[in-house]
């Protein structure tokens, strides 16, 4: 039984299927990718997982429980589940330690003192403790994506779902956010990102998706589908990224 | 040179102003000061009217010994300070106009607005009558603020428990947005001692507050309800990721963004409430409308309203200042982005 189980999932929008049945699952201290064209689902699949979107059909269980229907307690699913999404959406009106602490205190009712430390030691793991007391209008794109990581992961999150995160990056930016990702692959940390990095891909993920118009087409190791794609749509999907200089 | 032509004019009318408010005035000593204020202040254009001309000599001479870029630079200065002198002198020759017409027809639009004995007689009513506004505009903004907060959140309740809430306060905005403030004002103050005899005894002002907070809360209502969903979605999905419930959201994500958006118009909504009160004098409140109305027929003259405008003047300009401050330090911020 695999720790993230993603079973026939389905999600519309008034009459426009987003997702048409996607199966995917994610074992413990397991890096899944998703890739995909734009508009293909990536965004909705992720924010499903956190509930964020409700699912019109299908089911999705962690660890075995099902988080999805009613009844769930939203809440503890999300303390479980931490997301960090493309535009980084910090909270403006917080400091850096602000928006890190936010949740620990409110959520998880940790003491304000252990919370500021723990915040502390996230944000020097990321190189960011000298930013504290800035606000995120005073950052860069790459800083405010770091601090966003650091947020979600105050929480302890047994998955972690990043969308896209590198995405709004300056290219020389993209480095240092990929190099905690990294990191946080190599300590273990269960996650189901959509990139379009492929040369990150390859190196952390086990297992890469293919998702095509609210399905997925097509599923293996990193270097099966980057170098051996069988379908067709894969393979003019991974030329368009070629040519775009992303690999 | 229309600038110098604009100075000449503009000092020609001021001394004119200045001899007819002199005059007026039976050649009072403050009135005299004043006139030779503000000729000496017509005088200014010509300042910059004279260096427009000196600067425009210094560009033929540069222009004859063949310097172009000076020459140009000479152009650029004495242009400047020509159409600063055409600024100067065009305010003048307004200011002296209003004053000339101030003066017209004899003295006689000075006496009918600014009669200072009318004044005299009726400072003293007339200010206490102003603290009856001033005291009803206080009380109805600091509920128009609860029942306006209490109406927006009804509006933004979710799903179907909300439904029925959400149609009352939209309903309620629909009306009291729709009705003049003075209809709402006549109804309730003359018709609740009516319809629930034990409000018989209420003083009228504490009607005329029901009425302004009817009114005024579904206008706060909707500034409220528009600040809040003026923040992108994408921040309550990233409160609700990190755990944080609908009510927890609101209030450490949504509202502290909110509040420091709708400080502004609501502010300005409160300007708007404290010059309604005016409209309490049709319901026979004793405010400083009725009371200058009282003392106007009784003078003959329009002196007391006058007045009447000039407390609210002094009174609304400070407020309308510190909004118009607001929204430049917060474009401020927004341009720092
Ligand atoms: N809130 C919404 N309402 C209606 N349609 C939506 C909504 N969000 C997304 N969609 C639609 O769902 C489809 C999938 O969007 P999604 O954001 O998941 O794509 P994506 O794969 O993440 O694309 P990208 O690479 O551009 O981020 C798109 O066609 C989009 O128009
Ligand atoms: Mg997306």
Redesign the interface.
């Known amino acids: 039984m695999a720790f993230l189980e993603i079973d026939e999932v389905h999600k519309s929008y008034g009459h426009h299927e987003v997702l048409k049945g996607v199966s995917l699952n994610v074992e413990r201290h397991e890096v899944v990718c998703l890739i995909g064209a734009s508009g293909s689902g990536k965004s909705t699949l992720l ?1 499903c997982v ?1 509930a ?1 979107e409700e699912i019109q059909g299908g089911e999705i269980r962690i660890d075995g429980d099902t988080v999805t229907g009613a009844g769930v307690d ?3 699913l ?2 479980d ?3 960090v ?1 493309q ?1 980084y ?5 917080m400091s850096v330690l602000e928006n890190v602490m ?2 620990p205190i ?3 009712g940790v003491a304000k003192g252990e919370a500021r430390e723990r915040a502390m030691t996230l944000l020097a793991s990321v190189g960011m403790q000298d930013y504290a007391k800035s606000y995120p ?1 005073r950052l860069s794109g790459g800083q405010q994506q770091r601090v966003a990581i650091v ?2 992961l105050a ?1 302890q999150p047994r998955v972690m779902l990043l969308d896209e995160i590198t995405a709004a990056l300056d290219p020389e930016l993209v480095g240092d956010v990929l190099e905690i990702v990294r990191e946080l692959a190599n300590g273990g940390l269960t996650m189901l990102l959509a990139t379009h990095e492929m040369g990150f891909a390859k190196e952390v993920a086990s297992q890469v998706c293919f998702l095509d118009n609210g399905s997925i087409l097509e599923r293996g190791t990193a270097e099966q589908i980057f170098e051996q794609p069988r379908e067709e749509r894969t393979q003019q999907f991974l030329s368009r990224v070629v040519k775009s200089g992303r690999l | 040179m229309v600038g110098l032509v604009l100075a000449l004019v503009g000092i020609a009318m001021m001394v004119a102003a200045a001899l007819r408010l002199r005059d007026y005035n039976g050649s009072g000593l403050v009135a005299t000061i004043v006139g030779a204020v503000l000729v000496v202040g017509s005088l200014y254009p010509l300042v910059p009217a004279f260096k427009a001309f000196a600067g425009d000599r210094k560009r033929s001479r540069l222009l004859r010994e063949d310097q172009l870029v000076p020459a140009r630079r000479a152009a650029a200065a004495a242009r400047e300070e020509a159409q600063i002198a055409m600024g100067y002198a065009a305010a003048a020759v307004i200011v002296a106009g209003l004053l000339l017409m101030a003066f017209a027809n004899g003295g006689g639009v000075a006496e009918t607005f600014f009669t200072k004995s009318a004044w005299d007689a009726s400072f003293n009513e007339m200010i206490h009558a102003f603290w009856t506004n001033i005291w009803v505009a206080c009380v109805s903004q600091v509920l128009v603020l609860i029942v306006g907060l209490l109406l927006a959140i009804m509006r933004m309740l979710p799903g179907r428990a909300g439904a029925p809430l959400r149609l009352i306060a939209l309903v309620y905005c629909d009306i009291f947005r729709a009705i003049p403030a003075i209809v709402t004002i006549l109804l309730i103050v003359f018709g609740t001692p009516l319809a629930f005899p034990t409000t018989a005894n209420w003083p009228p002002e504490w009607l005329g507050i029901v009425s302004l907070t009817m009114t005024y809360s579904a206008y706060v209502a909707e500034v409220y309800r528009a600040g809040l969903s003026s923040i992108h979605p994408s921040q309550s999905a990233a409160a609700r990721s990190l755990g944080l419930s609908y009510t927890q959201t609101l209030r450490t994500v949504l509202v502290p963004q909110a509040v420091r958006r709708v400080i502004p118009p609501l502010l300005n909504d409160f300007i708007s409430l404290q010059k309604d009160t005016a409209l309490l004098s049709t319901a026979s409140i004793a405010e400083v409308v009725l009371v200058s109305k009282l003392w106007e027929s009784n003078l003959f003259n329009l002196s007391p309203i006058t007045l009447a405008a000039a407390f609210f003047i002094v009174i609304t300009i400070p407020q309308a200042r510190f909004v118009d401050y607001l929204i430049e330090r917060d474009a401020a911020r927004r341009g720092a982005h």
Do not use: E, K, T
């Open positions: 924010r956190n964020l939203l809440n503890a999300r303390r589940v931490g997301i999404f535009s959406n910090l909270f403006p009106h936010l949740a409110r959520v998880a209008d947020r979600a929480m």
